[in-house]
């Protein structure tokens, strides 16, 4: 039954990819939609080479662009390379299996700074090759930000040198889905060696190439390195980093509790531990912003460790709140000491934001208005509008996913910063999540992907007032498959299995 419903599968995709290939192309399918298009008189062969004009002080920013399309030929203006970069994005868009292009000049910039997509490589690898060709499709349609979610509770995804347990043995379990290992291997790590073995990390020089791939697309990558939770991990090959007495966190029903483990923050090696994780991170991710995580630690570890009260008293700390607090500021401390910034979930606003912290607000949108009001930097992700870790169509039809539903005109729905809210200012930008508990193969984390990130590159760009989602969905389903054609498995949202 699952294999028929494969080949149906495959079938359907190709019947669309030669649909795509013999239907003429919708005109203007720009994703995502530019500020403003003017339509001229006349029309421009497809295939002329643009001439680049780049100039100071561009009336139009850092990433925006003139795109003058007329009979004569085409002509880019912009302020930087990136400003070039993304005129030839929607240039591509227009001339895609045309053989000239209506004559039209566009004026186009982005809304917000930080459009952004991150995927979890920890709950299941991803190779090299696969990260390559999704940073691919991610500029097409002008996201900027790749957050890379390298290390929890579910492998250790980064080769450090000072400490090689955590590629030796952290970075490789006995079971590949991820909760056949929870349920059936007791959430253990074993070596490279072991028959059935599953995993996968990342060398330095595969990290620099991809960071050095991203940057030629203009995109930059944000690591993630998770502290003080969701660091089970750690604690199998370093157990002295955890609190005492509670090396090992077993659950009620006798399993190690996924992601709970935390850092002790009683003991001074947790912080040279992660100092020295930090360092060789900034040796290879150039980027303004680190990511440290901040969800969802355990808190009653702490509370019950003689070390970490020991520290709560010593600092006149009111509870574990502000422990977390103190832990972050430190870090935060040593972080911008090396002149970076950092950026972690909302968890982090417990007990009071560390005091330069960008807030990334994933349980809701109080976290984000919170921080944005008292003038920290945000980026909303709000789980019901940008997690993509949720089934889109279907679930009789659809591949697993998490949470129930979240379809893209759902998702397109969503404005991060409504004229109303206070401190708008300060929303840097959106944000789409991947995590990967059941998204084991390549193809469906491409499903889950694609086309949900046009929505948030959508939002993230386009002015509020210009959004319908009447006309995206159109110019979405054509990109959908022109994708597709290009070898991407793409969730097909014209199928409408799903009442909307
Ligand atoms: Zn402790």
């Known amino acids: 039954m699952k294999a028929l419903k494969r080949l149906a599968v495959l079938l359907c995709t190709l019947a669309v990819a030669a649909n795509a290939q013999a239907k003429k192309p919708v005109s203007n399918v720009i994703i995502p939609q530019p500020v403003e298009i003017q339509m001229l008189a006349g029309s421009c062969r497809a295939d002329a080479v643009p001439v680049v004009n780049i100039v100071e002080d561009f009336e139009y920013g850092a990433e925006g662009y003139v795109l003058e399309i007329t009979s004569r030929g085409i002509k880019i203006t912009a302020g930087t390379a990136a400003g070039e970069f993304y005129a030839r994005q929607s240039l591509e868009q227009l001339r895609y299996g045309a053989k000239r292009i209506p004559a039209q000049r566009i004026i186009d910039y982005p809304r917000l700074p930080w459009r952004g997509v991150l995927l979890d490589v920890s709950r299941h690898f991803r190779s090299k090759e696969f990260v390559k060709k999704q940073l691919l499709a991610m500029a097409a349609f002008k996201i900027n930000r ?10 250790w995804r980064i080769q450090l040198d ?18 056949d290992w929870l349920e059936k291997e007791n959430h253990t790590y074993c070596t490279r060696n072991r028959e059935g073995v599953y995993g996968g990390y990342y060398t330095k020089d595969d990290l620099r190439e991809i960071v050095a791939f991203a940057d030629s697309l203009h995109i930059t990558v944000i690591p993630e390195i998770e502290m003080f939770g969701h660091s089970t991990e750690v604690m199998a090959v370093y157990p002295q980093l955890g609190c005492r007495g509670s090396e090992f966190v077993i659950d009620d029903k006798g399993r190690v509790e996924q992601g709970k483990a935390v850092y002790c923050l009683g003991k001074e090696a947790s912080f040279e531990f992660l100092q020295d994780v930090i360092d060789e991170v900034l040796e290879i991710f150039p980027s303004e912003y680190i990511h440290i995580g901040g969800d969802e630690a355990n808190k009653r570890h702490w509370k019950a460790c003689p070390d970490c009260q020991r520290r709560i008293a010593d600092l006149g700390l009111k509870d574990e709140d502000e422990l977390q607090s103190y832990g972050i500021a430190r870090m935060e401390k040593y972080i911008n000491g090396k002149g970076r910034k950092i950026i972690g979930w909302d968890e982090i606003l417990e007990g009071g934001l560390a005091p330069n912290a960008a807030v990334m607000s994933w349980r809701g949108e109080e976290g984000g208005r919170a921080a944005a009001a008292s003038g920290h930097k945000v980026v909303m992700t709000p789980e019901e509008w940008c997690y993509i870790d949720r089934c889109q169509g279907n679930p009789e039809v659809d591949s697993v996913g998490f949470h129930g539903l979240l379809s893209i005109e759902k998702m397109y729905s969503y404005d991060p910063a409504p004229a109303d809210m206070p401190g708008r200012e300060y929303v840097m930008g959106v944000q789409a999540n991947l995590w990967t508990e059941m998204v084991m193969r390549d193809n469906h984390c491409e499903h889950m992907l694609y086309p949900r990130i046009f929505a948030i590159a959508e939002i993230g760009w386009t002015p509020q007032e210009s959004r319908d989602y009447l006309k995206f969905e159109p110019r ?3 990109l959908s498959n022109r994708l597709r054609s290009a070898g991407y498995s793409v969730y097909d949202m014209s199928a409408r299995d799903w009442p909307r």
């Not at 790749?146 to 492998?155: M, P, Y």
Request: charge should be negative.
């Open 162 to 179: 000072k400490y090689p347990l955590l590629t030796q043995i952290s970075a490789w379990r006995p079971a590949e889905y991820y909760y």
């Open 146 to 155: 790749f957050h890379f979610h390298l290390v929890d509770g579910a492998g």
């Open 476 to 478: 979405a389903i054509e």
